[in-house]
């Protein structure tokens, strides 16, 4: 899961994340841990993604999205494809306000359900004020095209470090699927430096890309995008 990447150390609320560097890539996720000494998150034992199974039905509460504003850029940051948003958009959870940061997308998905891997997920990131971070994703299948996505697949950026603006008057609440049913479980960042204590939430209802859409991504990433699954441990997947 990326945050924010650029050519020096950024910070993201109260929490410093590392750029995506050339000391690792997609070819040897195993390596990440060895590969820089703050990257050793990467070989803990609460790490993302996971395969979502054995869950635990739990009395989840509503999911609470304050969803109002637009996204206004496109970025092509070498590992994915990151859309940043307009201020003021938030998620309740656990009591605690976290503002929308960004969203990118994976292809492959990076998590599973039952076993079953989708062609694409989007993780819509946020933080809250002391630096903590949740991740909602959504899984897509191959079906129609995605008129969401449309305008933002229209200009997404062929070069690394390329940023195209969005005009689109579409509110981030239109990025939401119409079941708000969700597993929830705590994880990790799926990239280094894999910091441990993300809030995890997976919509059940599956999302609809057309193969033109997944393709056109992954053509552009020019490999997978997705880290490999990790050990499920002593934790528990609520729904």
């Given at each position: 899961?990326?945050?924010k990447?650029?050519?020096?150390?950024i910070?993201l609320c109260?929490?410093?994340?590392?750029?995506a560097?050339s000391?690792w890539?997609?070819?040897n996720?195993?390596d990440?841990?060895?590969?820089?000494?703050?990257?050793?998150a990467?070989?803990?034992i609460?790490?993302?993604?996971?395969?979502?199974r054995?869950?635990?039905?739990?009395?989840l509460p509503?999911l609470e999205?304050?969803?109002h504003t637009t996204?206004?850029?496109?970025?092509?940051?070498?590992?994915?494809?990151?859309?940043?948003?307009?201020?003021?958009a938030?998620?309740v959870l656990?009591?605690?306000?976290f503002?929308?940061?960004q969203?990118?997308?994976?292809?492959?998905?990076?998590?599973?359900?039952n076993?079953?891997s989708y062609?694409?997920?989007l993780?819509?990131?946020?933080a809250?004020?002391?630096?903590e971070l949740?991740?909602v994703?959504l899984?897509?299948?191959?079906?129609?095209e995605?008129?969401k996505?449309?305008?933002?697949?229209n200009?997404?950026?062929k070069k690394v470090?390329?940023?195209?603006?969005?005009y689109?008057?579409?509110?981030?609440?239109?990025?939401?699927?119409n079941?708000?049913?969700?597993y929830?479980?705590?994880?990790?960042?799926?990239t280094?430096?894999c910091?441990?204590?993300?809030?995890?939430?997976?919509?059940?209802?599956?999302?609809?890309?057309?193969?033109?859409q997944?393709?056109?991504f992954?053509?552009?990433?020019?490999?997978?995008?997705?880290?490999?699954?990790?050990?499920?441990?002593?934790?528990?997947i609520?729904?």
């Amino acid at each position: 899961m990326f945050i924010k990447y650029g050519l020096t150390i950024i910070s993201l609320c109260a929490t410093t994340i590392l750029w995506a560097g050339s000391d690792w890539d997609y070819q040897n996720p195993k390596d990440w841990a060895s590969a820089n000494q703050q990257y050793q998150a990467c070989a803990g034992i609460n790490q993302s993604p996971i395969d979502i199974r054995d869950t635990v039905t739990a009395n989840l509460p509503p999911l609470e999205f304050n969803y109002h504003t637009t996204a206004k850029s496109v970025q092509n940051i070498g590992h994915t494809m990151q859309i940043e948003f307009n201020q003021g958009a938030s998620l309740v959870l656990d009591g605690q306000t976290f503002l929308l940061e960004q969203f990118h997308v994976h292809s492959p998905s990076e998590n599973n359900i039952n076993g079953q891997s989708y062609p694409m997920e989007l993780h819509l990131v946020h933080a809250s004020d002391k630096g903590e971070l949740a991740v909602v994703a959504l899984m897509f299948q191959h079906g129609l095209e995605n008129e969401k996505l449309k305008h933002i697949w229209n200009s997404l950026p062929k070069k690394v470090g390329e940023s195209n603006q969005l005009y689109s008057k579409n509110k981030a609440d239109s990025y939401l699927p119409n079941n708000l049913e969700y597993y929830r479980f705590n994880g990790s960042l799926t990239t280094p430096p894999c910091s441990e204590g993300v809030r995890w939430v997976v919509f059940k209802e599956i999302q609809q890309a057309s193969s033109e859409q997944i393709e056109s991504f992954m053509e552009l990433m020019g490999h997978p995008n997705n880290r490999p699954i990790q050990p499920i441990g002593a934790r528990l997947i609520l729904e």
